[in-house]
Nanobody
Framework: QVQLVESGGGLVQAGGSLRLSCAAS????????MGWFRQAPGKEREFVAAITSSGGSTYYADSVKGRFTISRDNAKNTVYLQMNSLKPEDTAVYYC?????????????????WGQGTQVTVSS
C-alpha cells in the first residue's frame, strides 16, 4: 500500500503560480511512476503530468506544456507540480497518483494509488 497526501492548493489570480506537493508513505516510493491528474466540476478526470520512477523522463498534457513542471525527490518521498502562468481553466481538484510503467503515463488505469486531492482555483 502507498498513501498519498497532496498539499499546496489554493486560490490564485490568473497569471500566478502555485506549487503542489504530494507526500508518499508506505511501500517504496522510488519504485513508482508518479502522475498528476485533475478534475474540474462537471468534467472527467484528465491527465496533467507524469514522471518516471527515477525522474529521468517527464510527460505533460498539451494544455499545460511549458507552464507546469513535474519533479520528484525520492529521498523525501515527494512529488511536486510547479504551476506557472495559471489560467482560470486550470481550476480543478488536483490528484497525485502512483503507478507502474506498464501503461501509457496518461492513462489513469495505470495508477494503483490515489491521493484525496487538493483544490486549485484560478480567478480571472
Amino acid at each position: 500500500q502507498v498513501q498519498l497526501v497532496e498539499s499546496g492548493g489554493g486560490l490564485v489570480q490568473a497569471g500566478g503560480s502555485l506549487r503542489l506537493s504530494c507526500a508518499a508513505s508506505g511501500r517504496t516510493f522510488s519504485w513508482y511512476r508518479m502522475g498528476w491528474f485533475r478534475q474540474a466540476p462537471g468534467k472527467e478526470r484528465e491527465f496533467v503530468a507524469a514522471i518516471t520512477s527515477s525522474g529521468g523522463s517527464t510527460y505533460y498534457a498539451d494544455s499545460v506544456k511549458g507552464r507546469f513542471t513535474i519533479s520528484r525527490d525520492n529521498a523525501k518521498n515527494t512529488v511536486y507540480l510547479q504551476m506557472n502562468s495559471l489560467k482560470p481553466e486550470d481550476t480543478a481538484v488536483y490528484y497525485c497518483a502512483a503507478g507502474n510503467p506498464g501503461y501509457h503515463p496518461a492513462r489513469s488505469v495505470g495508477y494503483d494509488y490515489w491521493g484525496q486531492g487538493t483544490q486549485v482555483t484560478v480567478s480571472s
